[in-house]
């Protein structure tokens, strides 16, 4: 029978996931290419922490490359899509990292997840 401590959040021990699994990476599965500008298509990207980011679209100029989560269309009144002041519908972000240095992993890792699938191996 299920008690009040049941609901409980469990604390993480690091040491249980050091003995119990593998360590896991990044990977980037279902790639769609979609090329406009700077994106060069959509992937989603499974993170070592078991969550899955559906629809990231990958960006890339003659300079960089990055990845930029999905977000959802802002809505006028009449609920269609507003457009911005530079001619283009209007996005808000819907996943945001406010620690400068896991948004700097995410990318390197999700960037090298991309390569991975693209070369056609092991992502």
């Not at 360590?23 to 980037?28: L, N, Q």
């Not at 980011?53 to 490359?65: F, G, L, N, P, Q």
């Not at 519908?89 to 945001?96: D, E, I, K, Y």
């Amino acid at each position: 029978m299920p008690t009040d401590d049941d609901d409980q959040v469990k604390p993480h021990d690091p040491e249980d996931a050091a003995t119990d699994k593998p360590a896991r990476r990044t990977v980037a599965s279902n790639w769609r290419s979609a090329t406009q500008g700077t994106r060069r298509g959509y992937v989603d990207i499974h993170l070592p922490s078991s969550w899955k980011i559906h629809d990231v679209v990958v960006h890339e100029t003659a300079s960089s490359r990055w990845l930029q989560p999905p977000g959802r269309p802002v809505l006028d009144k009449e609920r269609r899509q507003r457009i911005g002041t530079n001619g283009k519908p209007m996005v808000v972000a819907t996943l945001s990292c406010d620690d400068p240095e896991t948004w700097e992993k995410f990318q390197s890792a999700g960037l090298a997840a991309v390569d991975r699938l693209l070369r056609g191996g092991e992502s």
